[in-house]
T-cell receptor
Framework: KAGVTQTPRYLIKTRGQQVTLSCSPI?????VSWYQQTPGQGLQFLFE???????NKGNFPGRFSGRQFSNSRSEMNVSTLELGDSALYLC?????????FGPGTRLTVT | DAKTTQPPSMDCAEGRAANLPCNHS???????VYWYRQIHSQGPQYIIH???NNETNEMASLIITEDRKSSTLILPHATLRDTAVYYC??????????????FGQGTELSVKP
């Protein structure tokens, strides 16, 4: 079974721009979660989508949004980028107890 | 979700058992204990989970105390590739809460030759 894939793997953006990150879950998994990892705050939960509906949401501003498509692929969008949005963005898919994480997208905001 | 407490770092000699403790004194009856690890610059990896009984799989063993207020993850024969940050997470199961995981700071395990 193919694992969770994320594209792109690396991204450099300028302050004020917006960015869209993509996540393809493991086949058959309907749950996709997104996390942000920074050296200062560690791993923080952003949101989870299940069958195209947001099921859980973390404590992030509205600039962070996401969606899920009918094939369970998910995208997250960050608008009006700030320097503090520089981070590793991870997505994970699940069908039960185990969450399977992708390799992440490293976003650098300059 | 119940809060967990882990030591920030531990060392282990290669080939020896690594025993990683986790305190979760406020755990509720329907909350599971999950362990994940993150090798540098990679996505976290699921290791094992349990409710009240001890569990073992090909990667590790999970020992949960009878009162469920603490647990220990055991890597029976640690290798250099087990060097990683290990996270202990307590939460209700996926079917009730979905895929939300709350990560703490974890334990940085260094396996030394």
């Amino acid at each position: 079974k193919a694992g969770v894939t994320q594209t792109p793997r690396y991204l450099i953006k300028t302050r004020g721009q917006q960015v869209t990150l993509s996540c393809s879950p493991i086949s058959g998994h309907r749950s996709v979660s997104w996390y942000q990892q920074t050296p200062g705050q560690g791993l923080q939960f952003l949101f989870e989508y299940f069958s195209e509906t947001q099921r859980n949401k973390g404590n992030f501003p509205g600039r962070f949004s996401g969606r899920q498509f009918s094939n369970s692929r998910s995208e997250m969008n960050v608008s009006t980028l700030e320097l503090g949005d520089s981070a590793l963005y991870l997505c994970a898919s699940s069908s039960g107890h185990e969450q399977y994480f992708g390799p992440g997208t490293r976003l650098t905001v300059t | 979700d119940a809060k967990t407490t882990q030591p920030p770092s531990m060392d282990c000699a290669e080939g020896r058992a690594a025993n990683l403790p986790c305190n979760h004194s406020t755990i509720s009856g329907n909350e599971y204990v999950y362990w994940y690890r993150q090798i540098h610059s990679q996505g976290p990896q699921y290791i094992i989970h349990g409710l009240k009984n001890n569990e073992t799989n090909e990667m590790a063993s999970l020992i949960i105390t009878e009162d469920r207020k603490s647990s220990t993850l055991i890597l029976p024969h640690a290798t250099l590739r087990d060097t990683a940050v290990y996270y202990c997470i307590v939460r209700v199961n996926f079917y009730n809460q979905g895929g939300k995981l709350i990560f703490g700071q974890g334990t940085e395990l260094s396996v030394k030759p």
